[in-house]
Each structure stands twice: as C-alpha cells, then as structure tokens.
C-alpha cells in the first residue's frame, strides 16, 4: 500500500504562481512514476505532468511552459508541481498519483482556485 500526502494548494490572483507537493510512503518501487492530474466539476479527471524515477517528465501541451514537475531524487518519493502566470481555468482539484508496479495510488486532492 501507498500513502500520498498533497500540500500546497490554495487561492491566488490570475498571474500568480503555486507550488503543490505529494509525497509519497509506503510499499515504494524504486522504478515508479509520479504525476499531477486535475479535475474540476462535471469534467473528468486529466492528466497535467508526470515524471518518472529517472527524471523523464510528460506535459499536457496546453501547460507546458508554465507548469514544470520535478522530484526530489535523493528522497525518490517527493514530486512538485510548479504552476506559474495561473490562470482562472487553471482552478481545479489537483490528485497526486503514483503507479509503480501495475499498481495505480491517488492522493487526496488539493483545491486550487485562480481568482480574476
């Protein structure tokens, strides 16, 4: 079993910038990877970024350029999301997930609003 924990959400003005982190625990692989997706109501769930352990990153081409994901390699279970120039339809929940294994974890979700 793994355990994600999601922190850094929260409300900031269009322009402005967040940074979420996930860090998971548990049963890790050290092979694995680690994204942010996100979801707002009525939609489904999309994917933002992913990186793998060996730093290999996948964007959403609408997001490239302001958001960039990293991971913490000394630590291998640490991943950020850097979201800069927020806009209003960047609001969402956001859910870390982690696969490794053929296994898929989700975090809780944190709420990010974007205000006009």
């Known amino acids: 079993q793994v355990h994600l924990v999601e922190s850094g959400g929260g409300v900031v003005q269009a322009g402005g910038a967040l940074r979420l982190s996930c860090a998971a625990s548990g049963g890790i692989f050290s092979i694995n990877t680690m994204g942010w997706h996100r979801q707002t109501p009525g939609k489904q769930r999309e994917l933002v970024a992913a990186?793998?352990?060996?730093?290999?990153?996948?964007y959403v081409a609408s997001r490239r350029g302001r958001f960039t994901i990293t991971r913490d390699n000394a630590k291998n279970t640490v991943v950020y999301l850097q979201m800069n120039s927020l806009k209003p339809e960047d609001t969402a929940v956001y859910y870390c997930?982690?696969?490794?294994?053929?296994?898929?974890?989700w975090g809780q979700g944190s709420q990010v609003t974007v205000s006009s």
């Open positions: 990186i793998t352990s060996d730093g290999f990153t996948n």
């Open positions: 997930r982690y696969i490794a294994n053929a296994r898929v974890y």
